[in-house]
């Protein structure tokens, strides 16, 4: 079972600079037009790309999306696949902006 993370946790580890393994499913006008930072591997073509997301399958990662739906489906894929350390970003990059605000 993969466990979430919330805006604000993300946030923090951000700004401490951290460095976080990130991994953005939006399609890549989305992660064009903003995000914050990772690699961009869309949902769309996430199943074929996979092995893009990294061989060590026990570091943390972080899916994000917009809103939290699509990195959800990813960070299932991801565990099926057999990486252990898998988080989705509750409420996706929606809440992350709401606390920049």
Not at 59 to 85: H, K, P, Q, W, Y
């Amino acid at each position: 079972m993969h466990s979430p993370i919330e805006a604000s946790e993300l946030l923090r580890r951000l700004n401490e600079g951290e460095k976080l393994n990130l991994l953005d499913v939006r399609e890549k006008i989305e992660f064009h037009t903003f995000n914050i930072g990772g690699n961009n591997i869309p949902l769309s073509a996430f199943a074929q790309n996979i092995s893009k997301a990294g061989d060590n399958k026990t570091n943390e990662i972080i899916v994000i999306c917009n809103v939290g739906l699509r990195s959800e489906t990813a960070a299932r894929i991801l565990m099926t696949n057999g990486f252990r350390d898998v988080r989705n970003l509750t409420g996706g990059l929606v809440a992350v902006q709401k606390l920049k605000q």
